[in-house]
């Protein structure tokens, strides 16, 4: 016994598709140094094989175990019977981008295009390229931060008017 518990698998998605995902990095276009990070979830093309995307990072889960992988496949081709719904996703205070993944998936399964946004201070936040941002003590100090609001409508922005 290593006395590091181990989580239970996440449920398989509801829906028939498969499901692909994504994470992707943008700048705020008010601070260009702060970085902001997009999880997307979306239906991938039939027979995407690859990785399975992992839930979580050690960080973000503070020591309550190893996360499991989720029923998604990582960077798959997005399948090409679009155009598919958009869900912009703004996870819990505190959370992560990824907690919603049982969610996320199930949507995407049945066809839509989920985008969970990382804010970046408030939450565990890891980037593309594997660093991780820590929460900021002054986002955990308060209960509400505007801030976060803001921030989630720069990211939609960015996405909007960035061509894939």
């Known amino acids: 016994m290593t006395g590091r518990s181990v989580c239970p698998p996440l449920p398989q998605p509801l829906g028939q598709r498969p499901v692909g995902l994504r994470q992707l990095q943008f700048c705020d276009p008010t601070d260009r140094a702060i970085p902001l990070s997009l999880t997307l979830y979306y239906p991938a093309a039939p027979g995407s094989e690859g990785p399975a ?19 998604c496949v990582q960077d798959a081709p997005l399948a090409g019977d679009g ?12 959370t992560f981008a990824m907690y919603n993944s049982v969610l996320c998936t199930d949507l995407a399964s049945c066809g839509y295009v989920l ?50």
């Open 53 to 71: 995307a992992p839930y979580a990072f050690p960080e973000a889960l503070s020591g309550l175990g190893v996360a499991p992988d989720t029923a």
């Open 83 to 94: 155009p598919f719904p958009l869900v912009l996703l703004s996870h819990g205070y505190l």
């Open 115 to 164: 985008a969970a946004i990382g804010h970046t201070g408030e939450a565990w936040v890891r980037l593309p390229d594997g660093t991780v941002l820590p929460k900021e003590q002054k986002y955990i100090d308060y209960v509400y931060e505007p801030e976060a609001l803001e921030q989630a409508g720069r990211l939609l922005d960015e996405v909007t008017h960035t061509p894939p």
